[in-house]
């Protein structure tokens, strides 16, 4: 039987008293990929970011168990540990911190919320080349400062490494095709493949349907107005891309 | 390595560890400053003729001269006559040897980190010189130092023991007319450090002077000399601390250091005089003229400094770039938090030719402080192919801070290439919130993003130094967000 990892029921939250997200609800359990599409402005990023608990998001209503946790108690390094890894649209750069420090000051904390042995500094560089070279990462790469001066493409890259490090059991992957070329697309999008096991979850909120062409999703929901309108199966998605988002807008 | 924790009385919540007062008697001069105290002081001291001369010639000057205003720093004015000018630790006999210090006083060193039992210092790497007060209670590593003809030892032993190496060079670099504050100093200076490296010797180990201000109401003002001769090379590290009192005490010091033909001299610093409470109430008034000569052609000075400590901070340790050839750098991270108030900087004068010189400042302001970098690069007629970099970053964590840039340049010769840069960024919440979606705590994420910040000026400091400075960073920024 299936087992839930994500259970959103009747989310309400917004910014500065401006409701966005309207009675959302979304179960995703372990082992699915679930792909989020809408139209700009659909509120897609405040999902993500409400998820993640980033600052300056209110929540009004609702609820959402992770791993049948209250997950909006946590403070967002609690989430991450816990497991929610938010693919980034556009990764921060932090001048000064080699990526490599920073990986592995991520990697340890993840590693001792669960009891586990904080990696050396050996243990730690084989891992990240091993998990690079997957990603056509090389070691010049990560001794940069993290995301300093990275092209779209590495800082996307980036992400997915981090991603294969940490392990997480919910990736949130925002717009994860932005600015990518499709050589740079087919890169991350067999990074993310490479991480479907059946026991990890995926969240894929992307507006267009390129994306699900490389990673294909279990279920797809169409999200409007700050709720998801229809779902269905992976066809939904090729629906879209035909019709538009217009007819389902208009629909509800 | 500490064993004790020291006792602070941590009502405010503060995390200044070293805010501990010692209960020792001490021998204190009547408050005031006048003719009569400055005699006193200079016969308790048993000093030469020339030596007390020098003293009330810089005193009478003093009083002819006005406290400088045009940093950009607000405090309460300094009562000069209610200050106490000399204060020493009463010890039963004059200590010989270690084994004969005051126990109370190796007990305070013991709690500061700073044991002065040789065996236990760093595993003879590290040679240290204690000034506690007014006077400097031990220096360590004397006997092996000397093997070597390296002499390292207070500087009133040194007026006693070599009074021409002492008259030669004292006030060469920095003469009493300087300024208000060394002015001050070459009057009533009371210890300090002195460091004689002979031709050709590359001192085996590091030299250190840990200074602590202890008494009440009283003044530190101690004055190092380092002296670098042909080919010689030594890296010198001071530390401070003091009380966590709710006064303000003064520290008005003077480094001078002159660098002959073909040598190198590193100094560092890591400055963590108490900074007040997190109102702004107390902490050390900081006002140290730090200045090196670079005499001789091929010769080198390198400064590095990381501010962490006292109230108000005014301080541009300088390199005077007279050999040909010869190389100035500085490599700073101020760090002002709460209250706290720096202008600070340093000045490249190039006259020699072919002379280099290199600023990298890194300053980092949090809570409601405010700091100023002010640096001058100045080339002179004569100076033919000089060559200047620096670079200024500020970083601000909140928005209560603010961080100021003031280089002036000053160029005589049309063949000078000067380059500034200057850039100001802000802790922003996009980076934390990154950090903290990666599993990375808020305070871990703030010390990840200034270490990363600072790394350029760290990395100049002398390993075990790095260590502390760097731990340091982050007791002085805890509290800063959130």
């Known amino acids: 039987m299936a087992t839930p990892l994500l259970e959103i029921e009747n989310l309400h939250a917004g910014v500065c008293d401006k409701e966005i997200i309207k009675g959302f609800n979304l179960t995703i359990n372990e082992g699915e990929v679930h792909a989020i599409m809408g139209p700009n402005g659909a509120g897609k990023s405040t999902l993500s970011n409400v998820l993640c608990g980033k600052a300056g998001y209110e929540v009004t209503a609702g609820s959402v168990r992770f791993k049948g946790k209250d997950l909006l108690r946590m403070s967002p390094e609690e989430r991450a540990r816990e497991g929610v890894f938010l693919c980034m649209q556009y990764p921060v750069e932090i001048p000064g911190v080699p990526t490599t420090a920073f990986l592995k000051h991520s990697v340890n904390a993840v590693r001792k919320h669960h009891n586990l042995l904080e990696l050396d500094t050996m243990e730690f560089i084989k891992m990240v080349r091993e998990e690079g070279k997957k990603l056509g990462i090389d070691g010049e790469m990560i001794k940069r400062p993290l995301n300093v001066g990275f092209s779209g493409g590495e800082k996307k890259r980036l992400e997915t490494l981090q991603m294969s490090i940490l392990k997480p059991a919910l990736s949130i992957l925002d717009e994860a095709d932005s600015g990518l070329d499709i050589d740079a697309l087919k890169v991350v999008a067999e990074g993310v493949n490479g991480l479907r096991d059946g026991q990890r979850s995926m969240l894929v909120i992307t507006h267009y349907q390129r994306l699900l062409n490389y990673v294909v999703p279990d279920f797809v929901h169409v999200y409007a107005d700050g709720r998801i309108v229809k779902s269905g199966t992976k066809e939904l998605a090729l629906e879209l891309e035909e019709k538009g988002y217009a007819e389902f807008v208009r629909e509800k | ?482």
């Not at chain 2, 009133?156 to 023991?161: F, G, I, L, P, T």
């Not at chain 2, 909140?398 to 290439?417: D, L, M, Q």
Request: aromatic share 10%; glycine share 8%; with cysteine.
């Open chain 2, 1 to 482: 390595m500490q064993k004790n924790k020291p006792e602070i009385a941590d009502e405010s919540g503060d995390k200044y560890k070293y805010g501990f007062v010692t209960d020792i008697d001490a021998d204190t001069v009547p408050k005031g400053l006048n003719e009569d105290i400055i005699r006193l002081i200079s016969a308790k001291k048993g000093e030469p003729d020339w030596l007390l001369e020098f003293r009330l010639k810089a005193f009478e000057h003093w009083q002819t001269m006005e406290e400088p205003t045009w940093a950009k720093l607000a405090y309460d004015k300094i009562g000069y006559q209610d200050l106490c000018y000399y204060s020493a630790p009463k010890q039963k006999v004059a200590p010989t040897s270690l084994e004969e210090v005051d126990k109370e006083l190796l007990d305070t060193y013991e709690k500061l980190g700073i044991p002065l039992k040789e065996q236990e210092v760093l595993a003879g790497v590290v040679a240290v010189d204690a000034v506690f007060d007014s006077v400097s209670v031990a220096t360590t590593y004397r006997a092996k130092l000397a093997e070597k003809g390296v002499i390292f030892c207070s500087i009133s032993e040194a007026v006693k023991e070599y009074p021409d190496l002492v008259k030669k060079y004292l006030g060469s670099v920095v003469p009493y007319t300087d300024n208000f504050f060394a002015c001050l100093n070459s009057a009533v200076f009371t210890d300090g450090s002195f460091v004689y490296i002979p031709q050709g010797v590359k001192c085996p180990m590091e030299l250190s002077t840990y200074f602590r201000i202890n008494a009440k109401n009283t003044g530190q003002f101690e004055r190092t000399l380092i002296v670098a001769d042909d080919e010689s090379y030594v890296s010198y590290l001071e530390g401070c601390t003091a009380p966590q009192r709710d006064e303000n005490q003064l520290h008005a010091a003077i480094v001078e250091i002159v660098v002959m033909k073909d040598a190198e001299v590193k100094y560092s610093t890591v400055q963590n005089w108490y900074p007040g409470d997190k109102d702004g109430k107390g902490g050390v008034y900081n006002f140290v003229t730090k200045r090196a000569a670079c005499r001789g052609a091929n010769s080198k000075i390198s400064w590095t400094q990381v501010e962490t400590g006292s109230a108000v901070t005014w301080k541009y340790p300088s390199c005077i770039l007279q050999g040909d050839n010869s190389v100035g750098e500085f490599y700073s991270v101020a760090i002002t938090n709460n209250h706290q108030q720096a202008d600070t900087g340093t000045k490249m004068i190039h006259i020699g030719r072919n002379t280099t010189s290199k600023i990298i400042s890194k300053g980092i302001s949090a809570g409601f402080s405010n700091q100023t970098y002010r640096g001058l690069v100045k080339v002179s007629p004569s100076a033919v192919g000089v060559r200047n970099y620096s670079q200024c970053d500020s970083l601000l964590i909140g928005s209560n801070c603010g961080s100021h840039t003031v280089p002036y340049i000053e160029n005589r010769n049309k063949t000078a290439v000067i380059e500034h840069e200057a850039t100001t960024s802000k802790i922003s919440d996009e980076q934390l919130f990154y950090c903290q979606q990666r599993g990375i705590g808020e305070e871990e994420a703030v010390s990840l993003i200034v270490n990363g910040f600072c790394k350029e000026v760290m990395q100049h400091l002398p390993m075990e130094f790095a260590i502390e400075a760097a731990k340091l960073i982050n007791i002085s920024l805890e509290g800063s967000v959130g």
